[in-house]
């Protein structure tokens, strides 16, 4: 009988030790999910679409739409690739800063990708309002960033709008963004303009 308790007793040690192994790695997870960018501060995808969902349910009870903003800041790869990836994170950091300073009280931006950030906008009236904001966060860097004192780093902002409607998801709208961002880009190229 002995035995026979003693083997059960060890089954419950390696349940118990297997169960507290994976509560320490979903918070972990948890933990790197609700975790802002180390390197901007801003938001990370997961919490952008958190808020994105929460926004979306809000707006159907409320008027107004929702306009999410993908933009990504073209150059900020060359200037990895010329000055190394200090000067890259410097140009990024400010990149953050402007974006933040150019959108309205209330607005979230959320860094989802090396060079590329998302703004979420509630409230938005309608076509005309979401492109004032796409045309600040685009005048937000008319002028070049200064990642360090002695370099100036001229770069692009290619932006693409996207407008909630009643069937819009995070994932929807995210899409569409990015697929007008790309556009903008490509529109960019073609006419010879700096990408």
Do not use: K
Not at 35 to 52: A, I, Q, W
Not at 108 to 124: K, M, S
């Amino acid at each position: 009988m002995d035995a026979v308790g003693m083997e059960g007793s060890e089954d419950l040690l390696v349940q118990t030790a297997a169960v507290v192994a994976a509560q320490h790695e979903f918070a972990s997870r948890l933990r790197r999910r609700t975790m802002p960018d180390p390197l901007t501060g801003l938001p990370v995808r997961s919490l952008l679409v958190e808020r994105l969902e929460l926004s979306l349910a809000a707006a159907g009870s409320q008027a107004g739409l929702l306009a999410v903003l993908c933009c990504d800041v073209d150059g900020i790869a060359a200037l990895d690739h010329a000055h190394g990836p200090t000067v890259a994170d410097m140009a990024r950091t400010e990149a953050a800063g402007r974006l933040v300073s150019a959108v309205r009280q209330g607005d979230l931006v959320a860094r989802i990708g090396t060079q590329t950030f998302v703004l979420l906008c509630p409230g938005i009236s309608g076509v005309d309002d979401a492109a004032g904001i796409a045309g600040r966060v685009s005048a937000a860097f008319d002028l070049p960033l200064r990642p360090s004192a002695d370099l100036v780093a001229p770069v692009r902002i290619s932006v693409g709008v996207a407008l909630s409607r009643r069937d819009s998801t995070p994932e929807s709208l995210l899409a569409t963004a990015d697929r007008a961002m790309a556009g903008v880009r490509l529109e960019r190229q073609g006419s010879g303009r700096q990408a």
